[in-house]
Structures are given as C-alpha cells and as structure tokens.
C-alpha cells in the first residue's frame, strides 16, 4: 500500500445533544436522573486517517468522544498507547455464528480492560444459524464482566461468505434480532446495541425495531445523510483509521454526545 498523508483529527467544537430512541413497541431505554454523575477522563482523539473524508456538519470533530472497534485483523494492539491517543471506548469481536470465536478476543479483552479502556463486545450475526443457538454460543464465550459496555449485536450482508448466502426477507431479520436482543438483555442485564449497515438497513427495515440504541456505519457522509430521521448512539465514520499501538487500518467511532452525555450513558448502560 502506497504511504499516504495522515490526517489529525482535533476536537473543540461544542458538543452535541445525545439522541434518545422513541418507541412504539418497545419502551424507550430510560433517561438518567436528575443525580450528579462522575465525568470519566477522556483523552482527546489524536488519530490519522489513511483516506480522509470532509464530512458535512456535524462532522466527527464535533464529537468529544471517540472510540475503535477491532477483530482478528487487528493482531497486536498496545492498548495504553491507543488510550493514551484517544481511545475511550473500544467494541471487540468476540464471536460470529454459533460456533466461531474471534481469536484475537480473549487477548483484547483484557488488553482493553487493563488499560482502562470502557470494552465492549459484538456478535456478527449469521443467516443460516438460528437466532437463539447464536445467542448461547455468544453467552458461553462473553464473561458477564462488571462495568462492561452493553453487548452489540452486529447485523449487515456477507457477500464473502463462502458457507451462507442467504438474505432473508426483513420481517424475518428483524424477528430474528428480537430473539437475539431478548436472550442476552435477559442474561447482561442490558439491552444490547444494534450495528448495521446501509445496504443492510435499506433492504431489511432493521430502523423498524423502535426503541433500541442503534450503532451507525456512514463512511462518505454523516448518519444523517445516510440514514434520515434515525436516532443513533454510535457512528462509525472510518474504516481507514491510523491510531498509534495499532498497526495498520482501523475502525474510528464517535459517541453521539459530550463528556457529560457519555457519562450518564454509562452510569446507565454498563453491565
């Protein structure tokens, strides 16, 4: 890969207000009181990027609080130096299916935790196994460890799959993700966030399912523009991220609000 120009992304523009799910079939997470909340430390974002984009408003920058997501194809991690660049959050892959675990999970989830990083993990959902048989094998493989980060379930087409090639119709994806989300609130204790993309999310109506925290993947433009009138938590807005103890590509995210919106987030939605 030819060496490219990386770009800083610095941080200071006002923060923006957290996006809150309504629903009709399902009762909106609840808002946190009127308690004061202890603001986690936060160290600002100062990452590069292989392939900059020039987001409209409200582009990243606008963002306090930024994060990355990683798997298997992020073989060595020094997590102090990527939380000492700005990782405040991190979603890690732990399983795919219902028999496949990422290798690398084990290891990034203590390297993370170690390091102070608030971790999460993420489940790739796989059309030719049920719901419910996923849900186990992600219960099996994930600890219940406190103050981690709600599980993610992460739903989008495999056109690489050399094993499963279905594409179900939404009503049946979306059914299938209730089953998922149900069985792991039930054993967390916290409703799980929903990752997807936009193909993926035009072609099955997954924005259907009210009431949940959605975890948004927009690359050339910003959730808006991709995803009109969807309330989202999360936006992945790379996949070409540089972050130093991170060799190579990576995934950058940002949370939808500032120091104190993440902060009464996650006095309400850690495990």
């Keep these: 890969m030819p060496n490219v120009t990386r770009r800083a992304i610095a941080l200071g523009l006002p923060m923006l207000a957290l996006s809150a799910c309504g629903s009709a079939d399902r009762q909106p997470i609840p808002a946190t009181s009127g ?31 930024h994060g990355i997501d990683v798997a298997r194809f992020q073989e060595a991690v020094d997590w102090r130096a990527a939380r000492a660049a700005g990782v405040n959050f991190a979603f890690i892959k732990a399983t795919e299916g219902g028999d496949m675990l990422d290798p690398k999970f084990k290891e990034h989830w203590r390297g993370a935790g170690r390091a102070g990083i608030a971790r999460g993990a993420y489940h790739f959902f796989y059309f030719c196994t049920p719901a419910a048989v996923q849900a186990r094998w992600f219960i099996r493989n994930v600890p ?4 981690m980060l709600p599980p993610v379930l992460d739903m989008e087409w495999n056109p690489f799959s050399p094993t499963c090639t279905k594409r179900p119709e939404g009503r049946i994806v979306r059914r299938e993700a209730r089953i998922f989300l149900d069985a792991l609130e039930r054993h967390y204790g916290q409703r799980p966030i929903i990752y997807t993309t936009p193909g993926f999310y035009e072609d099955t109506g ?17 959730p808006a523009q991709v995803y009109p009138g969807q309330r989202w938590q999360f936006w992945q807005y790379s996949a070409t991220g540089r972050v130093d103890g991170i060799a190579g590509d990576t995934d950058l995210n940002a949370f939808n609000g500032g120091a104190e919106t993440w902060a009464a987030w996650l006095a309400r939605r850690r495990v």
């Excluded at 219940?144 to 103050?147: A, H, I, L, P, T």
Aim: charged share 20%.
């Design 35 to 65: 308690a004061a909340v202890r603001l986690p430390a936060l160290n600002p974002p100062r990452f590069g990027d292989a392939d900059p984009v020039a987001f409209a408003a409200p582009a990243p920058q606008s963002f306090a609080v």
């Design 144 to 147: 219940r460890s406190r103050g």
């Design 206 to 222: 997954i924005g259907q399912l009210r009431g949940e925290e959605f975890w948004l993947r927009a690359t050339a433009e910003t």
